[in-house]
């Protein structure tokens, strides 16, 4: 029998991370009660504001095991600059994750909904509806290089890429895979072969043997450049990208942001092997700005929650309904209220988070 049950590790973090925590927990439960599958929380404070100021570092020696049997991570934000420089949060948290759990996969949906307005003219919804696919370990964020003659006239700083072969085509395998099962089957390649003159044209080559294997699959690769441009121009082109760690990193801030708020964009930070605990958070961080008011958009959170339900039910039964049901929901409230105030509207994160809940309860 197919497991429905499953443990989740949720740590809200800081800031806004707290206020959105609840509604993303709130409809989880109004979806897992829907659809049949249990949820059992672990609640871990590991923060720069509660942890980090007491214990002079952001999670416990044992923070590993004590994540032992956790099939996710359910994730709000981490940073609170005036407590804890962002380096050492950030560092001494979520890209730990990433590194030590080998979550190379950074999976950012970005889609065009109706109710919400959108930077670029004459888009209406459906014309952006694409899946950004980011390398997450290696590429251009190695910590290999140098400074030499530092501080003198004659300075000279390197840093190096690093693409392996294992890296890169389990990235764009899992690319393929993905284009693969949705409906318009197709993936864009970012590369910058003509002017990265030795690792990008090798990454043009592990594609084009990648693609043989994905023959159902149209794809086609473009530079970085034109890509970008397309994003804004012609974002209906677009259906799974799959990019470097750099490249991917800078798509993956400019397509949710032609889609509207940054309060709505969700991402995963996927080990597809299972072998580690997947992360799901929202893409904004802490907000610091706008924390203790309760108007904060908790779509991203919520969403990101939808992705993980997704993910962990492996029998691609029961999570993916519970996924598509969020995603109703949410489409639904952005049509027709109530909205939090980055979208124009005077809601709450909790009248958000419960209206969102509210349409998950009636899904069919
Ligand atoms: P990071 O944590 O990645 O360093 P940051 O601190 O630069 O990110 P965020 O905390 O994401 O940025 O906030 C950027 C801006 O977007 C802020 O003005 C913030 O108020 C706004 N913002 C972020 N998330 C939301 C949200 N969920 N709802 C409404 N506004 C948001
Ligand atoms: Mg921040």
Sequence with gaps: MAKHSFNIAVIAGDGIG??????????LDAAARRFGIALHYKHIEWSSCDYHAVHGKMMPDDWKAQLAGVDAIYFGAVGWPD???????LWGSIL??????DQYINLRPARLFEGVPCPLANRKPGDIDFMIVRENTEGEYS??????YEGTEREVVMQQSVFSRHGTDRLLKFAFE??????RKHLTVATKS???AVSMPWWDGRAAEIAAGYPDV????????ILSARFVLQPQRFDVVAASNLFGDILSDLGPACTGTLGLAPSANLNPERRFPSLFEPVHGSAPDIYGKNIANPVGMIWSGALMLDFIDQSGTVGRQAHDAILAAIEQVLAEGPRTPDLGGSASTT??????AAAVERAT
């Design 96 to 101: 730990k994750f990433r590194r030590e759990f």
């Design 83 to 89: 407590a804890v420089p962002d380096h050492i949060s």
């Design 18 to 27: 707290k206020e959105v925590m609840p509604e993303g927990l709130r409809v």
């Design 194 to 196: 003509n002017g990265i």
């Design 351 to 356: 009248e958000m988070g419960k209206a969102i």
């Design 178 to 183: 993905l284009a693969r099962k949705r409906e």
């Design 218 to 225: 149209r794809w086609d690769k473009q530079h970085i450049d």
């Design 143 to 148: 910590s290999v290089g140098g400074v030499m």
